[in-house]
Nanobody, 124 residues
Framework: QVQLVESGGGSVRPGGSLRLSCSVSGDLGQHYAIGWFRQAPGEEREGIASMAHSDGTTYYSKSVEGRFFITRDAAKRRVFLLMDDLRLEDPGLYYC?????????????????WGQGTQVIVSA
């Protein structure tokens, strides 16, 4: 059974950086993807980045493209979200998730296993 655990959240000032980590236990199938989502209070959960488990192909939402980067370790057991130039609109609870998703879509219905989330705060 696959389990995901996020870490690395915290509080930063606008323009700052954070690196989130998602530890993956269990085996993922060939066409599975790891996705990063976030949810601000009162808002719907938003998919922001995804990576194919097989070959590491990535995909980003327009809201974070060029500022956030998804990477992983060589063992494919930790997936990172490096967040640069954090803005006041970026705070929220950040989740990693996985599911059968060969097209790397950022829609929740393609992900069936979720972590518990890690909090990101951006304030001046």
């Amino acid at each position: 059974q696959v389990q995901l655990v996020e870490s690395g959240g915290g509080s930063v000032r606008p323009g700052g950086s954070l690196r989130l980590s998602c530890s993956v236990s269990g085996d993922l199938g060939q066409h599975y993807a790891i996705g990063w989502f976030r949810q601000a209070p009162g808002e719907e959960r938003e998919g922001i980045a995804s990576m194919a488990h097989s070959d590491g192909t990535t995909y980003y939402s327009k809201s974070v493209e060029g500022r956030f980067f998804i990477t992983r370790d060589a063992a494919k057991r930790r997936v990172f979200l490096l967040m640069d130039d954090l803005r006041l609109e970026d705070p929220g609870l950040y989740y990693c998730a996985t599911g059968y998703n060969p097209a790397l879509r950022l829609w929740e219905q393609f992900y069936d296993t979720w972590g518990q989330g890690t909090q990101v705060i951006v304030s001046a």
